[in-house]
């Protein structure tokens, strides 16, 4: 069936493709112009004082997207255009109106929706997909974003080079002025460069947005909208190469220590080295590497209590894998590469009365190579090259230290190819990544590591009728190769529960020592247009696909089909400004054909007239068999559901800004959730930025998975499949900090107080599978005692066991400090604070809302760094 509708899908494609670039006519494109100046001849002060920004044309004919699109703008602007053979200079002159005010608090860098500010979009390469922007506020604050496709709401914020800006205010107006190294740019080698252009300024206090070339509201698109930047000439050959070595220091303190932990030394100094690299390759491509990097910067990932069979997938926030991110992975089937693999945590066991264990692996080197070609093709290359790493354990019993080796070395590898063809910009690419971990036969690690995984996958995008419709399609293998032990391992994960008693199709094979899969997939989807929207996807995932090594994937075996229909008005009214309504369907099955998911769901958005916000959606879902609710066991029933979600927000440019978000759930076994998600961001001056996001939820899980325990019945296979009722109250409060003393120099805090409970009740045994039925302990034949330590005793005929005690209160405190310092373009001076408080109870009493500020009394762990970089351009 899936195979059949992804094959009709690509031929109307096809057919519509071929149709529109009959019928497509080109656009008139505006320009602007860029004129050269002497070397020096400009002095980036934010005043525009220099006679060639007086001499030079300006772009004025600005139009309105928001509040009232296609309108003047309120406010007049003038933009001017130079350029020496270093660098292009952007001056921008932004008058106010009488008794109008400039909005512009300070704040970090890339953050500036609350401020008054300019965007500049440059379309290098000429292809109407790619852009970078460079933007400021009118009180100094850098912008800078890269959008791999040509989508405006589509961007890599991670995106940072080395440029300048600097801004005045007086009374009548607020001026910029802008220096973009050619160095930090990718083009094309021609005598004249003819660039996209487009044109951003935003005005939170009459909310409103301006732009030189807008986009429609009921079209996606970005770079293929703009206008042309020319008289660029003459451009010197410039090799771009970039060193930026770093040199750092740390203390890591150890709250309660133990006097006789051998590996505590107190302050446990230590200091390190390395050093980034950046360099142009031809006028295209730019390889960019790292040489022992450290990210002690990064903020601390949130606390949790994951009770689940699968792994939380954490955002990535390293700044050399978030740069350039979109070019490496595909949007669609994003499972093949996830950057977090590279330098994980150990995964090898190390036993021991006192254990130095490694917090992360550790990143000898990583390289990639990335750009764009005159032909359209894009390019992006990764490896990377992480090192041994060993636990040293200590035992009384021996009174020696020994090393543990609990992760091999390491090699990881990704290429993926774009190439882009047609009217509208449509896209075909391919990508291969592989893993090689060094591991003989004989090492313990290799019946727990695959020794080599390699992934393959190609998609493509065909756009047509302007961009409006899409088929996105995508396929992909991996395979697997290692020692049978750690095989099995992978068979038996929770991506796959392949030993399932009832499974009758792609069997548990412990023997086996490759392992291989495929996914295949399509998106169709219309993507513009005046009112209605929608979208079909499916896509299948084999018993077999497993992508963990380099990629992320929670569970395989699945075949999905859901569809999606909303109908948008974009035109204000007398009560909106804008609003969607919409239905969505999923479904998925594995290769059993046990449905895995069903559920409906409407829902519908308001943008109000004082652009506030609000979301509603009800869903429902359906009873399914559960493959996986048992955890390698065979299937189980799960029962019907419903959830109502409502979301509030005002407008995102206001000062002090707040959203909402309430989620009620229940099922028909007495299930049931109530969580409350908020968020307050306010300043309490112009250099002060304060955010709070509370979260509090209560849960009531009636298919808790507890263990499994040998001797059950027949009817189960010989198992125990034991589960129970949790109720559970989590809070949480997230607390961001920001203090700007000047656009260069800022201090970040972030704190997490964080409290969690569950409590255990109602144990029992899944009676007989594909159902919800379950023998309840101390009921159906058998008796339940609670012991004086919490743990129970059933007894069951002749057999008894012990379940231990499984209620808990958690309760944690993270914090990191970050002054950051730009001392000079490109080099940067960090001071970080990092601490990690956190204490556990089985006692499964409720947590309330004050609970997450006990953990600041509880014993912690201080980290101290001390580091500072420095940008040397060669050129």
């Not at 000439?233 to 930026?244: D, F, K, Q, S, T």
């Not at 943008?607 to 509603?616: A, E, G, I, R, S």
């Not at 029992?764 to 012991?787: C, H, I, M, V």
């Amino acid at each position: 069936m899936l195979r059949s509708v992804l094959v009709i899908l690509c031929v109307l494609s096809c057919l519509a493709e071929a149709h529109a670039q009959e019928a497509r006519t080109e656009p008139v494109r505006k320009q602007a112009r860029a004129v050269r100046v002497d070397d020096g001849a400009v002095k980036v002060d934010g005043h525009l004082e220099e006679p060639q920004w007086s001499e030079t044309p300006a772009v004025t004919d600005f139009i309105q997207k928001e509040p009232t699109e296609g309108a003047p703008p309120t406010e007049l602007m003038e933009f001017r255009f130079l350029y020496d053979d270093e660098a292009l200079y952007v001056g921008a002159r932004m008058h106010k109106n009488v008794d109008s005010i400039i909005q512009a608090p300070m704040g970090r860098r890339d953050r500036g929706e609350e401020s008054e500010h300019i965007q500049v979009a440059l379309d290098t390469f000429g292809d109407r997909r790619t852009a970078y922007v460079f933007g400021v506020t009118a009180s100094g604050v850098r912008l800078d974003r890269f959008h791999p496709k040509d989508d405006e709401a589509n961007f890599d914020e991670g995106f940072d080079p080395v440029w300048k800006a600097k801004t005045h205010q007086n009374e009548q107006e607020w001026t910029a002025e802008l220096w973009i190294p050619f160095s930090q740019l990718r083009f094309n080698e021609r005598d004249e460069q003819v660039w996209g252009l487009n044109i951003r300024r935003f005005t939170p206090t009459l909310n409103e947005d301006d732009y030189w070339m807008p986009v429609p509201r009921t079209v996606t698109a970005w770079s293929s909208r703009f206008g042309e930047l020319t008289g660029i000439r003459g451009l010197p050959a410039n090799r771009r190469l970039e060193v930026l070595p770093y040199v750092a220091g740390s203390s890591t303190m150890i709250g309660n220590r133990d006097p006789a932990n051998p590996f505590d030394a107190g302050t446990n100094l230590r200091k390190w080295g390395g050093a980034d690299l950046k360099m142009g390759v031809g006028p295209n491509l730019t390889l960019e590497a790292t040489f022992n990097p450290d990210f002690g910067q990064v903020e601390a990932d949130p606390a949790e209590v994951n009770l689940t069979a699968f792994e939380t997938i954490f955002t990535e926030k390293r700044p050399f894998f978030t740069e350039g991110a979109g070019l490496l992975n595909f949007t669609a089937a994003n499972n093949f590469f996830y950057s977090r693999r590279i330098g994980a945590p150990p995964l090898g066991p190390a036993v021991g009365d006192f254990v130095d264990y490694p917090r992360e692996t550790t990143i000898i080197a990583a390289g990639k190579l990335t750009g764009r070609l005159p032909s359209g093709m894009s390019l992006g290359i990764l490896t990377a090259l992480t090192d041994e790493e060993s636990s040293r354990v200590f035992t009384h019993a021996s009174g020696k230290t020994k090393s543990v080796r609990v992760a091999p070395r390491t090699s990881y590898a990704l290429a993926r190819v774009q190439q882009e063809f047609g009217a509208y910009g449509s896209t075909v690419a391919g990508m291969v990544t592989a893993v090689n971990r060094n591991l003989e036969s004989a090492d313990p690690l290799a019946a727990l590591l695959v020794r080599r995984a390699f992934g393959m996958a190609v998609d493509s995008t065909l756009r047509f009728k302007g961009g409006e419709y899409e088929l996105t399609s995508y396929g992909g293998m991996t395979l697997l190769g290692g020692d049978s032990a750690a095989i099995a391992r992978v068979q038996r994960s929770s991506a796959h529960y392949a030993q399932r008693p009832d499974r009758d199709y792609d069997r548990y094979d412990p023997t086996l020592t490759s392992l291989s899969g495929y996914k295949i997939g399509a998106v169709f989807q219309r993507t513009g247009g005046k009112h209605w929207i929608w979208s079909i996807t499916t896509n299948e995932e084999s018993p077999g696909f497993e992508a963990n090594d380099m990629g992320r994937l929670n569970s395989a075996d699945g075949v999905v089909l859901n569809g999606d229909l909303r109908y948008r008005e974009t035109r204000p009214g007398s009560l909106f400004r804008g609003y969607w309504i919409g239905v969505r369907q999923n479904n998925e099955w594995n290769h059993g054909f046990d449905r895995q998911v069903g559920s409906l769901e409407f829902y519908s958005s308001q943008t109000w007239k004082n652009f506030w916000n609000t979301q509603l959606s009800y869903s429902r879902d359906f009873r399914r068999q559960d493959s996986r609710l048992t955890r390698g066991g065979p299937r189980m029933e799960a029962p019907r559901g419903w959830t109502l979600n409502f979301q509030m927000r005002n407008r995102t440019s206001a000062q002090t800004s707040w959203s909402s978000e309430i989620e009620i759930s229940g099922s028909e076994d007495g299930g049931m959730a109530r969580q409350l998600v908020g968020r307050l961001k306010f300043r309490p001056g112009p250099r002060w930025q304060l955010s709070v996001d509370p979260t509090l939820s209560k849960n009531i899980n009636t298919q808790q998975y507890v263990t499994t325990i040998d001797g059950g019945r027949a009817e189960t296979y010989g198992k125990r499949y034991v589960f129970a009722a949790i109720d559970r109250h989590t809070y949480s409060m997230q607390f961001r900090l920001n203090y700007t003393f000047r656009p260069d120099l800022n201090l970040d805090i972030y704190a997490e107080p964080f409290a969690a409970s569950g409590r255990y009740y109602d144990l029992g045994e899944l009676a007989k599978p594909s159902t919800r039925l379950r023998r309840s302990y101390g009921s159906d034949g058998t008796t339940l005692t609670r012991q004086p330590d919490g743990s129970f005793r059933i007894r069951d005929g002749d057999a008894s066991f012990t379940m231990k005690n499984l209620d808990f209160n958690v309760y944690s405190f993270r914090c990191n400090v970050v002054l950051r310092w730009e001392y000079r373009p490109g080099s940067t001076l960090y001071f970080v604070w990092q601490q990690e408080r956190r204490v556990s109870e089985s006692v499964g009493t409720p947590v309330s809302i004050v609970d997450p500020f006990r953990s600041l009394t509880a014993p912690g762990n201080n980290y101290f760094i001390i580091k500072t970089s420095f940008w040397v351009p060669f050129s």
